[in-house]
């Protein structure tokens, strides 16, 4: 049974699985999809399009499925997947797809810190760190177990591979398939890297 606070805001036509509780100023929208034992804290947006999957924790302020950030997003319908088990923290945001891939997917048992945006169309894959403030735009892809310290920015169609650790303010613009450390932009690089 599903636990639901009287101010939060759950549209009919939403689909909520068992077991989820979903706190005050919680707010569902239509055409949403949320599986089990999930638990939305308060003031948490579930967007259009949403398909979210089983045990994920929401904190106060994470938007999820949000209107792509994207000049050429002309309202098609498109959808962000959430896998399972992951800690998405304070005002994280999530935007779904565009025409161009669709969706934004994200895979599971991931931390992504407060405050850090993931754009649309962005493959995301599982047991990642991301940290406080961090901004990935449209199509980047993050591979399993990367992690990103904060305040990173990066660029669109980059990717970060497999195993990939990336040092709080870094900015780049192209793709890291192996490590980076102590490297606070492309010209500060101090360990071996593969670009792409």
Do not use: W
């Amino acid at each position: 049974m599903n636990t639901i606070s009287p101010l939060a805001f759950v549209h009919p036509n939403a689909k909520i699985g068992d077991n989820n509780i979903i706190g005050p100023f919680c707010y569902i929208d239509d055409n949403t999809i949320i599986g089990d034992n999930n638990k939305l804290l308060n003031s948490v947006t579930i967007h259009t399009g949403a398909r979210i999957g089983n045990g994920n924790e929401f904190f106060p302020g994470a938007s999820i499925s949000t209107k792509p950030q994207d000049l050429k997003f002309r309202g098609e319908e498109s959808f962000c997947e959430i896998g399972d088990n992951n800690s998405i923290r304070e005002n994280v945001t999530i935007s779904r797809g565009t025409a161009s891939k669709g969706t934004t997917i994200v895979g599971n048992n991931n931390l992504f810190m407060e405050s850090m945006h993931i754009a649309h169309d962005c493959i995301i894959g599982s047991n990642i760190i991301i940290g406080n403030s961090t901004k990935l735009a449209g199509e980047v892809k993050v591979e399993d177990y990367a992690i990103i310290s904060a305040s990173v920015l990066c660029h669109q169609f980059c990717n970060i591979g497999c195993n990939v650790m990336i040092q709080a303010e870094a900015v780049f613009l192209k793709t890291f398939l192996l490590i980076l450390l102590q490297a606070k932009s492309q010209s500060d690089m101090q360990v071996l890297i593969l670009l792409d």
